[in-house]
């Protein structure tokens, strides 16, 4: 009996481990998969033409805050709100 516990206490051991190695890959392919998403919206966002739209959008918003009435010091700071909220 005790001859016969031995190979099988090996056998489950493996077959847990294996099974448990088999359950990581799906989260390292999930991993993976936002590491390359994650690396192409940032490659996007970088692209010179974007950020000079966004900067040319924050420049409007800024001006139009001023027309409407804002001191110069209000609008920058709604400004900088709404540029850091986009980056959330």
């Known amino acids: ?3 016969l516990c ?5 056998i489950l ?8 190695a088999q359950e990581r890959k799906p989260l390292n392919f999930m991993n ?5 998403q994650l690396l192409n919206q940032t490659l996007a ?6 950020i000079k ?3 040319e959008l924050l420049r409007k918003h800024y ?16 400004v900088v709100a709404m540029a ?3 980056k959330r």
């Open 45 to 50: 966002l970088s692209d010179s033409k974007l």
């Open 6 to 10: 031995i190979p099988v206490v090996a």
């Open 13 to 20: 051991a493996l077959y847990v481990a294996n099974s448990d």
């Open 84 to 86: 850091s909220q986009d």
């Open 63 to 78: 001006e139009a805050l001023i027309q409407s009435g804002f001191s110069k010091d209000e609008a920058l700071q709604l």
């Open 1 to 3: 009996m005790k001859h």
């Open 32 to 36: 993976e998969q936002l590491s390359e």
């Open 53 to 55: 739209a966004q900067a």
